[in-house]
């Protein structure tokens, strides 16, 4: 499943760098739309009078810009740092939280200026050393649909496979992975796949693979050597949930079994901001989704705003349940968190 977009839109001072002058070459030669902004921060050429219109319009519109700030967020509990690569994604899961952080119209953007990135991903590492310091790369992406024509990835894996001290890891959906399996990574860069049951991925994640796909990819990964994770979410308890993840397991222990023996799980059950259930009631008014407040219990978040959470007994429930999965089916994998 490739990412085309139907327009691109470039920060000018994105073509003082080879790769911002590179993919302006590229999509007039393919005969893309494209066009120019001040600042990646403030496009208004992408169209929609609705805001349901403004979002499929977004997700077929790639911005290419620069990263100004040097300061990279934190990332618990997955990693110390976000590396950020790109931002949003093509796909069109309906319980993203993305769909609250990124504005009515959350277009695809990248970041060209990748050298110097990376320069201040090596300056936190050196603050940190002799620890390890390790950088999440899809906190607010999915950085594998766009590397077909960035290189962003691979540059990076490359770079991280050179670092005593440094460890990469990121998460797609996405399964075009072919460019990335012959990068010296040296076990430094963990390659995870976000996967969900058949038909959690048919009701919610509209626009990407299917898990046969990615579990294909999965095992493209493990043979290429990268550590290899699978992040389960968001974990839906719904009418059979049950019967459903234990399929999903069985899987991918069917493609997988024996062959990533350095095998993480992260999970990750599903919640909810007012916010966020607003936002997808307004872009999706048909939504399945459970969005139920008085089924759930309020919890303030790490960053200050609340969430609607499975209750605790429940929850505890979810969470026993899936530990025994992952034993059950993948004895030797670790089980990195789970909330």
Request: proline share 6%.
């Amino acid at each position: 499943m490739v990412f085309e977009p139907k327009r691109v839109i470039f920060e000018r001072e994105a073509l003082n760098y080879p790769l911002g002058e590179e993919l302006l070459r590229y999509f007039n030669q393919q005969g893309i739309e494209t066009s120019f902004t001040a600042s990646h921060n403030r496009v208004t050429f992408v169209p929609g009078r609705t805001r349901t219109e403004g979002y499929f319009e977004a997700k077929r519109t790639l911005v290419v810009g620069v990263r100004r700030t040097m300061d990279f967020a934190t990332c618990k509990p997955s990693a110390h740092f976000q590396l950020p690569l790109a931002t949003s994604c093509p796909g069109k899961c309906e319980y993203c939280y993305l769909l609250t952080n990124l504005g009515k119209k959350p277009y695809v953007r990248v970041y060209v200026n990748i050298e110097e990135i990376l320069s201040a991903a090596k300056a936190y590492m050196e603050k940190r050393k002799p620890e390890i310091t390790v950088f999440e790369g899809a906190a607010t992406s999915d950085p594998v649909p766009v590397e077909p024509y960035t290189g962003l990835l691979a540059r990076t894996v490359e770079f991280f496979g050179r670092e005593d001290l440094g460890r990469f890891r990121f998460v797609t959906k996405f399964t075009d992975v072919d460019t990335l399996l012959g990068v010296p990574h040296n076990g430094h860069t963990r390659f995870r796949f976000s996967i969900n049951t058949g038909e959690v991925i048919r009701r919610y994640e509209h626009a990407t693979p299917t898990l046969a796909e990615r579990l294909a990819a999965a095992d493209k990964v493990a043979a290429a050597g990268y550590p290899l994770g699978f992040l389960v979410a968001p974990i839906i308890a719904a009418e059979g949930w049950r019967e459903d993840y234990r399929a999903l397991f069985r899987a991918a222990a069917a493609e997988l079994s024996g062959k990533a023996p350095d095998l993480t799980f992260e999970f990750i059950t599903h919640r909810f901001t007012k916010r966020a259930k607003n936002t997808i009631l307004e872009v999706f008014p048909n939504t399945g989704l459970d969005l139920e407040e008085e089924s759930r219990t309020f919890k303030f978040g790490q960053f200050g705003y609340g969430k609607y959470v499975y209750p605790k007994e429940h929850f505890a429930e979810i969470k026993e349940y899936f530990h025994s999965l992952a034993q059950e089916f993948f004895p030797q994998a670790k089980v990195e968190y789970f909330i």
